[in-house]
């Protein structure tokens, strides 16, 4: 981006432009306010001579970014001077593969020499016959299969005593886990 913001050959993308517009508005403006605080100063300071001096670059810089893309369109460089046209050259997009001003500048996204490859999906093991101490047997079990037993008593936290000082066993329906067993 930006290779040779000030040569008329080639072709941009909207991006480039599009941020051309915005530097050359900024440029603008910041060469605008400096001229007008020197006229203030005193009448007779040459503000007008100092802004057009300072403008000259940035306006062919606005000028060679939009002749590139107006290539990239397949029109000549005089198409922007035509008005409004600026506006327009934001949101066409430009032509697939190169044409009479240069090579497309979008070619490397258009074309892709590496496209991304994609593995076959994993595959996953078939799930056990036997749910004999396998962990989840699915469903919401209430906290009735839970081999340690901590929903049993609010004080309980598995093997670990309670506040009487007594470990606490599963006594629930299902024990160790096993819920088809």
């Excluded at 057009?52 to 397949?74: E, S, W």
Aim: hydrophobic share 30%.
């Amino acid at each position: 981006m930006f290779k040779h913001p000030f040569s008329f050959d080639g072709r941009i993308r909207r991006t480039e432009y599009g941020i051309s517009v915005i530097i050359y508005a900024i440029c603008f403006f910041i060469i605008a306010a400096i001229s007008g605080t020197m006229s203030s100063s005193s009448e007779n300071s040459g503000a007008g001579g100092v802004f057009l001096i300072l403008t000259l670059p940035i306006l062919f810089f606005m000028l060679a970014q939009g002749a590139k893309r107006c290539h990239d369109v397949g029109h000549s460089g005089w198409w922007q001077l035509i008005p409004f046209y600026e506006f327009w050259l934001l949101f066409e997009e430009g032509q697939a593969g190169p044409n009479q001003y240069g090579e497309d500048p979008k070619a490397a996204s258009r074309n892709n020499p590496n496209p991304p490859t994609y593995n076959n999906p994993p595959t996953y093991n078939n799930p056990p016959t036997s749910n004999s101490g396998t962990g989840y047997q699915g469903g919401y079990s209430g906290g009735h299969n839970n081999p340690n037993g901590s929903y049993n008593t609010p004080n309980n936290f598995g093997n670990i005593p309670n506040a009487s000082g007594y470990k606490q066993s599963n006594s629930g329906e299902y024990q160790n886990g096993d819920l088809y067993n």
